[in-house]
């Protein structure tokens, strides 16, 4: 039997500043080693002084996962030496006095399956290396520390998955969690990462470290599960270890023996007292959760009766479901989940056109009454939306300027009618027996005005002059 269990780091990528100073928590938009000050480099002297916020928002995350938060928490160091940790120690938690990390024990479920968590602990980032040739030649390794203290949250599960495939479904159940929590942008380079450990027939569990994208975690997983079963097969003993995933060649190499706990030399962080929490906080946190995935689905079948499907990737998604939010009222909502899932997704499909992407929920409204009033056709509404997502103009400019406006004068359809009417004097003579047919004539007139006619206004007039 193959056991997997997941170690998650997930930045909070939403906070303005690192866990323990005032640099910036969005290190990414530096010059290399300019968003450091003398507390995330450890200088001697320095103190490091907690950010509330981040509690507030590790806490909620514990909460989504149904885990126990303690009202009690304590900060660790665990001492290791490598160039990308400054002080030579990293500040994170640790359960050896009981449940003190921001989250104990909770569960996600997976279809049927149950995947425990074991706890959720709150810690600092280390720095960035750089290396100069591929991980396994390394010419010359640089260090940009802009990283080293941004907020990080761990989530560490049991051994609870069995296939690459449940690793899969969970990661992005995970990360559509965290994005809809408001706490990290899991699209961020960098901003999820995993170890994984693989064990198979109740043998030995080998760490894979370093997996730097929950793309590469399933491949790393399938490819860890195909090593230990090919050498199980021909009698070889796997032994315990760490391996690290190579991300340009997807293999996993042995790097070096795991290391016990007791090699980090773990003690409490003396310049961090015990955090009591206040039950108050714990209680507005609660209050305040965003609703859940699993909720606004329901929510929107229910009540704006939308397939299942559709609310599923609706509600996934919080950009897309926060768009909806904003736009939707009850009598359009329907019409507003269909164009964001038919048309909208796949005009901005990547993070990229996502960024650039100018629509706005007030160009969603205006679309869909549109649509339903019979100014514009459902066809002319892609075009448009094209047009609004590229320049975010009015709904009425991009009509105009495209000429996108359904054909609705009155006077101006009955000439096209009839001109079809006296083309088509078979279907006219079929149409006041076979109702069906008229369809056709419909179908006739939207071909002489490309698509434009007010199909509600064309059938009226068809059906009064054919009599
Ligand atoms: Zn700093």
């Given at each position: 039997m193959t056991k997997i269990g997941l170690e998650i780091h997930c930045q909070l990528t939403n906070l303005e500043s690192k866990l323990f100073c005032t640099c910036?928590?969005?290190?990414?938009?530096?010059?290399?080693?300019?968003?450091?000050?003398?507390?995330?480099?450890?200088?001697?002297?320095?103190?490091?002084?907690?950010?509330?916020?981040?509690?507030?928002?590790?806490?909620i995350i514990a909460m989504a996962l149904n885990c126990t938060t303690p009202d009690k928490i304590a900060f660790f160091r665990k001492n290791y030496f490598y160039p990308?940790?400054?002080?030579?120690?990293?500040?994170t938690q640790l359960n050896i006095y009981g449940d003190t990390s921001i989250g104990g024990t909770g569960s996600v479920t997976i279809g049927d399956k149950e995947i425990r968590i074991r706890r959720i602990q709150l810690e600092e980032d280390p720095g960035r290396l750089i290396y100069e040739g591929s991980s396994s030649k390394n010419l010359i390794t640089l260090v940009d520390y802009n990283r080293a203290g941004t907020p990080l949250v761990e989530i560490v599960t049991e051994p609870d998955f069995e296939s690459p495939k449940q690793v899969r479904e969970f990661v992005n159940i995970l990360s559509?969690?965290?994005?809809?929590?408001?706490?990290?942008?899991?699209?961020?380079?960098?901003?999820?990462?995993?170890?994984?450990?693989?064990?198979?027939?109740?043998?030995?569990?080998?760490?894979?470290?370093?997996?730097?994208?929950?793309?590469?975690?399933?491949?790393?997983?399938?490819?860890?599960?195909?090593?230990?079963?090919?050498?199980?097969?021909?009698?070889?003993?796997?032994?315990?270890?760490?391996?690290?995933?190579?991300?340009?060649?997807?293999?996993?190499?042995?790097?070096?023996?795991?290391?016990e706990d007791l090699d980090y030399r773990y003690f409490l962080e003396g310049d961090i007292p015990w955090i009591i929490i206040d039950p108050e906080m714990h209680k507005e946190l609660k209050s305040k959760m965003p609703e859940s995935i699993s909720s606004k689905k329901e929510r929107y079948i229910s009540q704006f009766d939308i397939p299942a499907q559709v609310a599923d990737v609706l509600s996934s998604d919080k950009f897309y479901s926060d768009l909806f939010e904003e736009s939707h009222t009850k009598d359009n909502a329907k019409e507003i989940a269909n164009i964001i899932t038919t048309d909208l997704m796949g005009l901005v499909d990547t993070r990229e056109k996502r960024e650039e992407s100018k629509i706005t929920a007030t160009h969603l409204k205006d679309l869909s009454d549109s649509i339903q009033s019979g100014k514009i056709s459902r066809n002319s509404a892609k075009n448009a939306l094209y047009e609004i997502v590229k320049t975010g103009n009015d709904l009425s400019q991009v009509i105009s300027k495209l000429?996108?406006?359904?054909?609705?004068?009155?006077?101006?359809?009955?000439?096209?009618?009839?001109?079809?009417?006296?083309?088509?004097?078979q279907a006219v003579k079929e149409a006041k027996s076979n109702p069906q047919t008229i369809n056709y004539l419909v179908g006739k007139v939207m071909q002489k005005t490309k698509g434009k006619a007010d199909p509600k206004l064309t059938l009226d007039l068809l059906k009064k002059q054919i009599g």
């Open positions: 910036k928590a969005n290190y990414r938009e530096f010059e290399i080693n300019e968003n450091i000050c003398p507390i995330c480099m450890g200088l001697p002297g320095s103190l490091p002084r907690l950010n509330q916020e981040a509690v507030k928002k590790a806490t990308d940790l400054p002080k030579n120690f990293q500040i559509d969690l965290l994005e809809n929590l408001g706490v990290s942008d899991p699209g961020l380079d960098g901003a999820m990462r995993a170890d994984a450990n693989v064990s198979i027939e109740g043998g030995k569990k080998v760490e894979i470290k370093n997996i730097d994208s929950f793309h590469d975690l399933e491949k790393a997983v399938h490819f860890e599960i195909t090593r230990q079963e090919s050498l199980h097969s021909r009698d070889i003993q796997i032994i315990q270890e760490t391996r690290h995933w190579d991300e340009k060649r997807k293999i996993t190499v042995s790097s070096r023996s795991k290391e000429d996108l406006g359904n054909v609705s004068d009155e006077s101006e359809l009955s000439e096209i009618i009839q001109k079809v009417i006296s083309e088509e004097s």
